[in-house]
């Protein structure tokens, strides 16, 4: 037979996707496994060995209906997981973007899963029976907490940045600090959210250094709209360095009438410097030092969904909500339940420190953690893997999502080495564990870190270290 002949009896040979799927019937728990899965598995598998064939790569037989039927199972299974999955952080940076920014307070999500599975008074006002604004949700909090006039949430803050640009400086000025011309990660740039607004952005001052009388002379009654501030949230500058204030700005924005908006990025309600940590501007005392508009992120510092708040005056608010922007832009009501219940939460600070988890991982204190490490190590070693050289370790954790980028926050780590595995290899196999384990890599050590890790999660690393000793040791 010549090679060409052998490769087309072999082709013949796979056998047809009815054959596989009925194989399957016949011997595995099929139950609640939808049809059209099985036949796609079978469909990819079938190809594969297709391809294989065809460019000569088997070096033996190509598999059999029962090992076909076998790779099909293994690959339905990996398919039927949700893609959308549970990861353990234990990197230590708290609000990780990647890893899905702030966890919800238990109170707001058991509020969203009610809300979401029953009908709401979402857009009704009950008591006038007509129709009602979903912003009144939150607003009366919002004011509450920070002391603004009226308020609403949108999208995330960069919508919330884009609405406000659009409804008040389009076709004119703002002005801003070149300090301030910041990019935030995930291609976020101020500047081009300004041009995508259609406002013209006006660059004031130096890198390091901006003054008033830099804003000043750049105000022009005509044209200028905005005086904008940009919380640099994820770089320091430091050395010779000069900002405004935002009080001064307060008074120059009012002596030329016009408006002037900060730009938090992630806003919070808590003064962080409670917790020993270096003092971020709360949205309190931006309200209180006169910012007209104080946009901010729902799921950074504050700990609540992803969202934008716009807090303000109620007539610039009221101008915001008439624009045809707010409605691609809008808020869901799944996004509406967690914030209501997160803000109702800083009705009582002490409480929503404890309850909140960006709060709570932010405020753990080093002696907390280096009990948490102990008992993470000692979870590792029931593997008796003894390979394993395990230790507890000072370091240093991360706020993240662009806020106190410098701030090293003290806490103690679990290091793990592993005889003849490299750490690179041990961050891979914990990456591909189900669920992954997110740690990181420092002098080739692996390190965990307690304060991003949560309480029912120590049994399941503890579990990933068997698993690893099981398949590499
Ligand atoms: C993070 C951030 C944004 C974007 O906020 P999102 O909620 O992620 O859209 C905008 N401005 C600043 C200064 C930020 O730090």
Same mark, same amino acid.
């Given at each position: 037979?010549? %090679?060409?002949?052998?490769?087309?009896?072999?082709? !013949?040979?796979?056998?047809?996707?009815?054959?596989?799927? +009925?194989?399957?019937?016949?011997?595995?728990?099929?139950?609640?496994?939808?049809?059209?899965?099985?036949?796609?598995?079978?469909?990819?598998?079938?190809?594969?060995?297709?391809?294989?064939?065809?460019?000569?790569?088997?070096?033996?037989?190509?598999?059999?209906?029962?090992?076909?039927?076998?790779?099909? &199972?293994?690959?339905?299974?990996?398919?039927?997981?949700?893609?959308?999955?549970?990861?353990?952080?234990?990197?230590?940076?708290?609000?990780?973007?990647?890893?899905?920014?702030?966890?919800?307070?238990?109170?707001?999500?058991?509020?969203?899963?009610? @809300?979401?599975? *029953?009908?709401?008074?979402?857009?009704?006002? %009950?008591?006038?029976?007509?129709?009602?604004?979903?912003?009144? +949700?939150?607003?009366?909090?919002?004011?509450?907490?920070?002391?603004?006039?009226?308020?609403?949430?949108?999208?995330?803050?960069?919508?919330?940045?884009? %609405?406000?640009?659009?409804?008040?400086?389009?076709?004119?000025?703002?002005?801003?600090?070149?300090?301030?011309?910041?990019?935030?990660?995930?291609?976020?740039?101020?500047?081009?959210?300004?041009?995508?607004?259609?406002?013209?952005?006006?660059?004031? *001052?130096?890198?390091?250094?901006?003054?008033?009388?830099?804003?000043?002379?750049?105000?022009?009654?005509?044209?200028?709209?905005?005086?904008?501030?940009?919380?640099?949230?994820?770089?320091?500058?430091?050395?010779?360095?000069?900002?405004?204030?935002?009080?001064?700005?307060?008074?120059?924005? @009012?002596?030329?009438?016009?408006?002037?908006?900060?730009?938090?990025?992630?806003?919070?309600?808590?003064?962080?410097?409670?917790?020993?940590?270096?003092?971020?501007?709360?949205?309190?005392?931006?309200?209180? $030092?006169?910012?007209?508009?104080?946009?901010?992120?729902?799921?950074?510092?504050?700990?609540?969904?992803?969202?934008?708040?716009?807090?303000?005056?109620?007539? %610039?608010?009221?101008?915001?909500?008439?624009?045809?922007? #707010? !409605?691609?832009?809008?808020?869901?009501?799944?996004?509406?339940? $967690?914030?209501?219940?997160?803000?109702?939460?800083?009705?009582?600070?002490?409480?929503?420190?404890?309850?909140?988890?960006?709060?709570?991982?932010?405020?753990?204190?080093?002696?907390?953690?280096?009990?948490? $490490?102990?008992?993470?190590?000692?979870?590792?070693?029931? =593997?008796?893997?003894?390979?394993?050289?395990? =230790?507890?370790?000072?370091?240093?954790?991360?706020?993240?999502?662009?806020?106190?980028?410098?701030?090293?926050?003290? #806490? &103690?780590?679990?290091?793990?080495?592993?005889?003849?595995?490299?750490?690179?290899?041990?961050?891979? &196999?914990? @990456?591909?564990?189900?669920?992954?384990?997110?740690? !990181?890599?420092?002098?080739?050590?692996?390190?965990?870190?307690? !304060?991003?890790?949560?309480?029912?999660?120590?049994?399941?690393? *503890?579990?990933?270290?068997?698993?690893?000793?099981?398949?590499?040791?």
């Amino acid at each position: 037979m010549s %090679l060409n002949e052998n490769k087309k009896k072999l082709l !013949r040979n796979i056998p047809k996707i009815d054959k596989i799927v +009925l194989n399957l019937k016949n011997n595995y728990n099929t139950k609640d496994i939808p049809e059209t899965l099985m036949t796609q598995a079978s469909r990819e598998i079938t190809e594969k060995i297709r391809k294989k064939i065809t460019s000569d790569s088997y070096k033996h037989q190509p598999p059999d209906l029962k090992e076909i039927t076998n790779q099909v &199972f293994s690959l339905i299974k990996i398919k039927n997981r949700p893609n959308f999955k549970k990861v353990i952080n234990a990197t230590g940076v708290i609000v990780h973007t990647n890893l899905g920014r702030s966890l919800l307070a238990k109170e707001a999500a058991d509020f969203v899963y009610e @809300r979401a599975t *029953g009908f709401s008074n979402l857009e009704l006002d %009950l008591a006038t029976g007509k129709r009602g604004l979903r912003y009144s +949700l939150v607003e009366n909090l919002i004011c509450e907490i920070s002391g603004c006039e009226s308020a609403m949430a949108v999208n995330n803050n960069a919508a919330a940045v884009l %609405l406000c640009l659009d409804t008040f400086a389009k076709g004119k000025e703002v002005i801003v600090s070149r300090g301030e011309l910041v990019e935030i990660g995930g291609s976020f740039r101020i500047p081009e959210v300004m041009e995508k607004s259609g406002a013209l952005l006006k660059e004031v *001052g130096t890198t390091n250094r901006t003054h008033l009388k830099d804003y000043e002379k750049a105000c022009n009654d005509e044209k200028t709209a905005v005086l904008m501030k940009v919380h640099t949230s994820n770089f320091n500058i430091t050395g010779f360095t000069a900002s405004v204030s935002l009080d001064e700005l307060h008074k120059l924005s @009012r002596k030329k009438g016009v408006i002037l908006m900060e730009d938090l990025g992630s806003g919070t309600f808590t003064d962080l410097s409670l917790f020993g940590l270096p003092k971020e501007p709360t949205v309190q005392e931006s309200v209180k $030092a006169g910012a007209d508009i104080v946009t901010f992120s729902g799921d950074k510092l504050l700990g609540g969904p992803q969202a934008g708040i716009i807090a303000g005056k109620k007539e %610039l608010i009221e101008k915001i909500r008439q624009n045809p922007l #707010t !409605r691609a832009l809008r808020i869901d009501k799944m996004t509406l339940a $967690a914030l209501e219940m997160t803000l109702r939460l800083y009705r009582e600070p002490e409480k929503a420190v404890k309850k909140i988890p960006t709060l709570r991982m932010l405020s753990a204190s080093p002696n907390e953690l280096q009990q948490q $490490a102990d008992i993470l190590k000692n979870i590792i070693l029931e =593997s008796k893997f003894e390979k394993l050289n395990v =230790s507890v370790i000072k370091n240093s954790s991360r706020a993240g999502g662009g806020s106190l980028p410098e701030t090293e926050i003290p #806490t &103690f780590c679990v290091g793990v080495k592993i005889e003849n595995i490299s750490s690179i290899q041990i961050e891979k &196999f914990m @990456r591909k564990n189900s669920p992954p384990v997110m740690g !990181r890599i420092e002098n080739n050590i692996f390190v965990l870190d307690p !304060r991003t890790i949560q309480e029912d999660e120590y049994e399941i690393i *503890g579990k990933a270290f068997k698993n690893l000793k099981e398949k590499l040791g």
